[in-house]
């Protein structure tokens, strides 16, 4: 490796390290967060008595399953305009991720709720809790042991998506390499830099995973 490619990938790292804090990482939680909530009003009405409800969750969840995610993100970017509905770039990011996580997060929380037995709703029902009682203080808390592991894959999946908000110029890790790497034409070094901090990123996610998931099950061994 020459001196001037070691140099540039020195002088790499920092603008990097902020294309990560303050694009990847941020997109990464605010869509999660927004995907959650998404996913557990989907995966409520997957569940529910109502048809209809179960029938459009479903629709939902096979819609967002069945399609790319690229595509979805060209959808509500580059194709809403023509109906009135611009965005900018970094919030259609927000928006396209936090449907993809919600279809597929959806189907982790159903599974999970599903696992508790029947018996709990019917006792906590009995002692006259009500429906959204229950499923806050009986049902969710045992569901989220059940939940932790598929809920982790889907946010580290999430982190390496994100790279595709770079198709329609949000600042982000990706994004920030082809921007540095386009005046000198070294891609391979500063994409591979790049792939290093994702690497990093889901490194220390997978453990915060393994950890959060011992807890929980030195929670339920207690």
């Known amino acids: 490796m020459d001196e001037q490619l070691q140099q540039l990938l020195l002088d790499s790292l920092v603008p990097l390290l902020v294309g990560a804090v303050r694009g990847t990482i941020p997109l990464t939680l ?3 967060t927004i995907g959650l909530v998404i996913a557990l009003v989907v995966a409520l009405a997957r569940i529910s008595r109502w048809r209809v409800l179960r029938w459009v969750a479903r629709a939902y969840v096979s819609l967002i399953r069945g399609t790319p995610l690229l595509v979805q993100l060209f959808i ?3 194709a809403l305009p023509s ?3 611009v965005i900018d770039p970094f919030p259609s990011a927000i928006v396209a991720f936090s449907l993809n996580v ?4 959806a189907e982790a929380i159903r599974a999970a709720i599903l696992s508790v037995p ?3 709703w019917e006792a906590a029902q009995t002692i006259g809790m009500t ?3 229950t499923l806050r203080r009986v049902i969710l808390p045992q569901a989220l042991r059940v939940a ?3 809920l982790s894959n889907t946010f580290i999946s999430l982190v390496k998506d994100t790279s595709l908000a ?3 110029m949000v600042t982000e890790l990706l994004r920030k390499a082809q921007e540095i790497a386009a005046p000198s034409y070294e891609f391979l070094a500063l994409y591979s830099l790049a792939a290093v901090y994702y690497w990093l990123i889901c490194t220390v996610l997978s453990a915060g995973q393994s950890r959060l998931e011992s807890r929980l099950e030195r929670y339920v061994t207690v």
């Open 102 to 105: 919600g279809g597929y997060a």
């Open 83 to 85: 109906l009135g509905v």
């Open 76 to 78: 509500i970017f580059y």
């Open 148 to 150: 932790v592991p598929p």
């Open 131 to 133: 429906y959204p009682t």
């Open 30 to 32: 605010v869509s999660f």
């Open 166 to 168: 770079s198709s329609i």
């Open 118 to 120: 029947r018996g709990q």
